[in-house]
């Protein structure tokens, strides 16, 4: 089954290392079914974009603006984005939420704004491990699925991937239980086709400690589109083997 494989690099890599990360993936993913997005900072758009071009691997952002101009020192917009290449953009991340206090309602309009620009999103969502333990998973993502997709029209959907990623799980080396994740990807189908119809479409992927061991069992459920992969994607060799897998 075709699968969408996105690596997330965050702030662990240097522009110059795109020359060798982007021939290498290119190289070994080549033929591959998958649709490979590689999530890095806005620094590398330009070397990657030289080393991926007639590759099929797309180039996604991990931040973007909620204004589309304007007096806003420092920050990067969609459009920038789009005409550096860039086809996709990570909004809502945990670390975003945390370290930087984004709301709901502020990754709403980062949402919008991507869209309105022509860029896809990988949306995140999850809950942390309080909320986990006291039993109020479910009802957390639930909420935030509620407050970031207000206002987001059916068909904008197409463009919009949901990445469960449970906070526990990031960066932790433990990752949800096959029926954990069975369970939350089915309870945001449920939300999705109630905030819409029961024939609305949506792409869901897990994201949370995927490495190289776990990544075939993981992946290869049925009710996942694919996976977002943070530390194990920072080796090209480990990560072209998950992006190039037949699911
Ligand atoms: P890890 O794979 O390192 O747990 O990170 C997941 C993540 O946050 C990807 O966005």
């Known amino acids: 089954m075709k699968k969408i494989i996105i690596s997330n690099l965050k702030m662990n890599t240097v522009p110059s290392d795109m020359k060798s990360y982007s021939m290498q993936l290119a190289t070994k993913t ?3 079914k998958n649709r490979i997005i590689v999530c890095m900072p806005f620094t590398h758009f330009h070397t990657a974009k030289q080393f991926l071009d007639g590759s099929k691997i797309e180039i996604g952002a991990q931040n973007v603006s909620d204004e589309e101009a304007g007096k806003n020192t420092g920050e990067i917009s969609a459009s920038m984005l789009k005409d550096s290449g860039v086809s996709y953009v990570i909004v809502g991340h945990s670390e975003r939420r945390s370290k930087f ?9 980062k949402l919008k704004m991507a869209l ?3 860029l896809k999103v990988i949306l995140c969502v999850g809950e942390d491990r309080v909320t986990r333990e006291n039993k109020g998973a479910c009802q957390f993502v639930k909420k935030q699925l509620d407050d970031v997709l207000k206002g987001i029209y059916e068909n904008e959907l197409e463009s919009v991937i949901i ?13 949800a239980t096959l029926k954990d ?32 061991k776990n990544y075939k ?8 589109d694919g ?3 943070g530390g194990a994607s920072l080796d090209v060799d480990n990560f072209s083997v998950i992006a190039r897998e037949n699911y």
Do not use: F
């Open 30 to 32: 080549a033929g591959s």
């Open 181 to 212: 994740i069975e369970k939350m990807v089915g309870l945001i189908r449920k939300e999705i086709a109630y905030l819409y119809n029961d024939k609305t479409q949506i792409s869901v992927v897990y994201g949370g400690s995927i490495d190289i």
């Open 227 to 229: 996976a977002l992969v």
């Open 217 to 224: 069992k993981i992946i290869s459920l049925p009710c996942l």
């Open 101 to 109: 206090k984004e709301t709901d309602r502020l990754i709403n309009k």
């Open 163 to 175: 990445a469960y990623e449970p906070i526990w799980a990031i960066g932790t080396g433990k990752t």
């Open 116 to 118: 309105s620009q022509g």
